[in-house]
């Protein structure tokens, strides 16, 4: 029986920080692959104007695409709403038995706020990536109890640190995989930033 992660978020863009994570995940708990679903819009981030869906998933596709252990679904994209992991999950849950969802430590804290919670975790393994400099929550929820935790290295890139260097003319060379980068030059992705 295949065991499968999936990884969601905006991917805006992907960048060495989510594959190396994600190579660390997919070795730690044995995965025979991760799935990355880039959203359409993001619940946790319905005031932020991400690049175009065509684009994220074409940068995500670009990344991956000589790493046979990680694949990619533009299930959320496609259906073209507010993309909610339970939906997502129970599509997935139609062809894979085994699924562990890959959640970032700061999403785990907030999880009880995403959508319908409980029903998520009656479906897949909780799989909390945590890197050293992560501080316990003092508040923990019943989510930790269900969450796998798997130690990532700290890697200080963000999305959004990507898209200030575009914006104020610095390269990105190292930060996001060369085929990404220039993909963004090539179409102009971030030329309103």
């Known amino acids: 029986m295949e065991r499968i992660g999936i990884l969601g978020g905006t991917f805006d863009p992907i960048h060495i920080g989510?594959?190396?994570?994600?190579?660390?995940?997919?070795?730690?708990r044995g995965l025979d692959k991760i799935i990355f679903v880039p959203?359409?819009?993001?619940?946790?981030?319905i005031d932020h104007n991400a690049a175009e869906s065509i684009h994220r998933m074409s940068m995500v596709n670009l990344a991956i695409k000589n790493i046979p252990h990680f694949t990619s679904s533009d299930y959320e994209i496609t259906k073209g709403e507010i993309s909610y992991s339970l939906n997502t999950?129970?599509?997935f849950k139609k062809i894979y038995d085994d699924i562990e969802l890959i959640i970032g430590y700061d999403n785990?804290?907030?999880?009880?706020?995403?959508?319908?919670?409980?029903?998520?975790?009656?479906?897949v393994k909780l799989v909390v990536m945590k890197r050293t400099s992560d501080e316990s929550s003092k508040s923990q929820d019943k989510?930790?109890?269900?969450?796998?935790?798997?130690d990532t290295p700290l890697i200080e890139i963000s999305s959004t640190s990507i898209r200030e260097r575009i914006a104020s003319k610095s390269?990105?060379?190292y930060f996001v995989p060369d085929a990404v980068r220039d993909y963004i030059f090539e179409n102009n992705v971030y030329k309103n930033v």
Do not use: G, M, R
């Open 108 to 123: 785990l804290i907030s999880f009880d706020k995403w959508h319908k919670p409980d029903e998520i975790i009656k479906h």
């Open 143 to 150: 989510y930790f109890d269900h969450a796998i935790f798997v």
């Open 171 to 173: 390269p990105i060379d």
């Open 89 to 91: 999950v129970l599509e």
């Open 39 to 45: 959203c359409h819009i993001s619940p946790h981030k």
């Open 18 to 28: 989510h594959l190396i994570t994600a190579q660390v995940v997919f070795e730690q």
